[in-house]
């Protein structure tokens, strides 16, 4: 306790920058992943089957294959094959994105499939076209089945970022790793760092619950 | 003779290897009230379904005031908006108050300024008895009352034939009357209305026409009177034996 106390006085800022590393991280991944994950859920649920066949393999590839490994394979291969330099950073950026995406087009698909079938036809029965039909009455529907799911993948993704350690990317796992290295203390610093995610994931549950319970009192 | 509103030629529905509907001609004139009765499973949901291409026909033609709407590509769309439909499960919008489901489609399609559907959408709840509700969600509806949002819901489009696929099924008994009543009305006023139902005493009552759908196709087709009281195929005597 005394150690763990000890490096924390003189290492807080360290774990401070990792925390700040973590959250951006996730939050770009988020972000970017809804953006893609979107996309491929709409590929996904395209009417043309070879587009619908191309984002299944596209789902099923990224998750069905550890993420530690997706992250080798984008860090090995887009310095490869971009004309411009890839940073470490860049390159996993891109990698836990792309894993994102995968997940998030799922949640989004199944978010959908879920607004009863009666919704689909009652719209287009009264004559709304495809596009008014999912903007007003399919995805405001949706929305409360995927925002929940979307937390948990929040969630996800700030423990999963931990992997980018591995890279040497600033985050809280590689903040561990550099306290490690300047006090030979392993076990302290790897605490401190499971407190910090504990905390941040705890507060977000609770939001995620809370999000929950209002979405289903506006039903 | 009138041009009839709705005409269906040699309709066929298969659902893979299940012949649903195999070949079904009529012609619906405009006004005129159809019942479609029929056991369940006869094809009588998918025949209505068919005619704003819910369910996609897999042979004959459909055409409604003489187009074709099998060929109306993108367009289905501005056929729908003349071909109302309510549904078994009223299929409101729970997520929009009971004026906002009405008001939604008339302003996004039709491009009828907001101000102007609102108060055709109050008329049309006046109409039903529902004006009280105007700013509630369906959440707070009875079965009955979601029903006649149903109905309004569609007529604000003014369309020009109502389909009804079971209205009442899904009711408790104490509210099947108020629906029925809004249907009568309709059908009072001139409407075309498709209605397939199991309620017999208001087929009778309403009707212009009965036809009788049974494995596809359209067994008899008549009267009211005198197809309840003398039915003339075996198929509808033994239907109505087992019904009334």
Not at chain 1, 3 to 28: C, D, E, P, Q, R
Not at chain 1, 183 to 208: E, N
Not at chain 2, 53 to 80: C, N, V
Request: charged share 20%; net charge positive.
């Amino acid at each position: 306790m005394d150690k763990i106390i000890k490096i924390l006085t003189k290492y807080y800022m360290v774990f401070l920058k990792g925390l700040w590393g973590t959250m951006w991280l996730a939050s770009v991944t988020l972000v970017c992943g809804t953006v893609l994950g979107l996309l491929v859920a709409f590929l996904r649920m395209s009417r043309f089957k070879p587009l619908s066949a191309v984002a299944a393999m596209y789902i099923q590839i990224l998750r069905g294959t550890p993420i530690l490994l997706q992250l080798y394979f984008f860090w090995i291969l887009l310095p490869k094959i971009m004309p411009f330099g890839m940073s470490d950073l860049a390159c996993i950026v891109v990698a836990l994105i792309i894993n994102a995406s995968a997940y998030i087009a799922e949640i989004v698909r199944a978010g959908i499939a879920a607004v009863d079938p009666g919704q689909w036809e009652a719209g287009r029965s009264i004559g709304l076209t495809e596009i008014h039909l999912m903007q007003k009455i399919i995805m405001p529907q949706a929305i409360k089945n995927i925002l929940p799911a979307l937390v948990s993948q929040f969630i996800s993704c700030i423990k999963e970022t931990s992997l980018a350690s591995v890279f040497f990317v600033r985050e809280l796992t590689t903040a561990y790793k550099t306290v490690q290295a300047s006090t030979f203390l392993a076990l302290q610093p790897v605490i401190i760092s499971g407190m910090i995610y504990l905390v941040v994931t705890t507060v977000l549950s609770f939001a995620g619950r809370h999000i929950e319970g209002r979405l289903k009192a506006s039903d | 003779m009138i041009e009839p509103i709705i005409s269906v030629k040699d309709l066929y529905k298969s659902f893979g290897d299940v012949h649903v509907l195999k070949g079904i001609s009529t012609d619906v004139a405009p006004g005129e009230v159809v019942s479609i009765i029929g056991p369940s499973g006869s094809g009588k949901s998918t025949f209505l379904r068919c005619l704003n291409r819910l369910e996609e026909p897999t042979g004959g033609q459909i055409f409604f005031k003489g187009e074709d709407i099998m060929k109306a590509g993108k367009r289905i769309s501005l056929y729908r908006q003349k071909i109302g439909m309510v549904f078994q499960n009223f299929n409101v919008f729970p997520h929009l108050t009971v004026l906002q489901n009405i008001t939604l489609t008339p302003v996004l399609e039709k491009k009828i300024p907001q101000k102007e559907a609102e108060k055709k959408a109050e008329e049309l709840l006046i109409r039903v008895g529902l004006l009280d509700k105007r700013d509630v969600y369906p959440r707070q509806l009875s079965g009955g009352q979601k029903q006649r949002l149903a109905i309004v819901r569609a007529l604000a489009m003014e369309p020009e034939v109502m389909l009804f696929d079971e209205p009442t099924s899904a009711l408790d008994p104490e509210m099947v009357k108020e629906v029925l009543n809004v249907i009568a009305d309709l059908a009072r006023s001139g409407m075309t209305i498709l209605n397939v139902t199991h309620e017999m005493g208001f087929a009778r009552e309403v009707s212009d026409r009965i036809l009788f759908i049974d494995e596809g196709i359209i067994q008899e087709e008549g009267d009211p009177e005198s197809f309840f009281s003398s039915p003339a195929s075996p198929r509808a005597m033994e239907f109505l034996s087992k019904v009334l």
